[in-house]
């Protein structure tokens, strides 16, 4: 089956230290990778698309095809990126979308 | 950027009676919406596809009677949870893509639904 891993479920990194979110994904095909990101009281948004290179705040991601990764990194984390995170490939099937299990990273100050 | 406007965005009801979700995409047409369910501290979990102008297309596991979606224009989709339970209660939120950004999804802010 078509799916996105995200093994983590807590982060807890200081600030100023790197952060690594950790997504594999297990497609056929050279998908589109995107990741989201959802802060404390607020909507989900895109933190990250693969093609475009999009990126807010920072973040980077790499789509490696050997390893079927796409990893998220920032190499200082900040207190404003206490979020949670959602690795989300691109459309496949009958146009579907669906996130993986997502991370909760909390940046300590 | 494009705005989706989700509503209400909280509601509270008795069990027993069935609550409808809207979805709108305010500046762009929606060709493709989703309805997803978030429980606290859990992932999104997707619960069904909806095209427009067609039957939407459930996950697994979820029941299509009881969660009716309507997608009938390019700029509204709507979930109807019907004889609703407390089990129901849950965070639901819609998502939307269209002709703006490709593949790039723009969110609702989200539904909190508490059934009594």
């Known amino acids: 089956a078509q799916r996105v891993t995200q093994p983590e479920k807590l982060l807890s990194v200081f600030k100023g230290a790197p952060v690594e979110l950790k997504c594999n994904y297990s497609?056929?095909?050279?998908?589109?990778l995107f990741w989201y990101v959802q802060y404390s009281r607020q909507r989900l948004q895109l933190l990250l698309r693969?093609?475009s290179r999009e990126s807010i705040k920072g973040f980077t991601a790499d789509l490696n095809k050997g390893e079927t990764s796409f990893h998220l990194k920032k190499p200082f984390a900040q207190e404003e990126d206490s979020a949670m995170y959602y690795c989300?490939?691109?459309?496949?099937?009958?146009?579907?979308?669906?996130f993986g299990k997502g991370n909760q990273v909390v940046v300590i100050p | 950027g494009a705005v989706v406007s989700q509503h209400p965005s909280w509601v509270i009801c008795k069990s027993g009676t069935s609550v409808k979700i809207e979805c709108r995409s305010l500046?762009?047409?929606?060709?493709?919406m989703f309805w997803y369910r978030q429980f606290p501290k859990q992932s999104l979990m997707l619960m069904a596809t909806?095209?427009?102008?067609?039957?939407?297309?459930?996950e697994q596991g979820v029941e299509k009677d009881k969660f009716l979606i309507n997608h009938a224009s390019l700029t509204l989709s709507t979930l109807t949870v019907t004889s609703a339970h407390p089990e129901d209660s849950s965070f639901y939120i819609c998502?939307?893509?269209?002709?703006?950004?490709?593949?790039?999804?723009?969110f609702g802010s989200g539904t909190q639904l508490s059934v009594l």
């Open positions: 693969h093609i």
């Open positions: 998502s939307a893509r269209g002709d703006r950004g490709g593949e790039k999804l723009f």
């Open positions: 989300a490939p691109g459309f496949y099937g009958n146009n579907r979308l669906a």
């Open positions: 497609y056929s095909g050279s998908p589109e």
């Open positions: 500046d762009f047409q929606a060709t493709t």
């Open positions: 909806s095209n427009e102008g067609s039957k939407a297309t459930y």
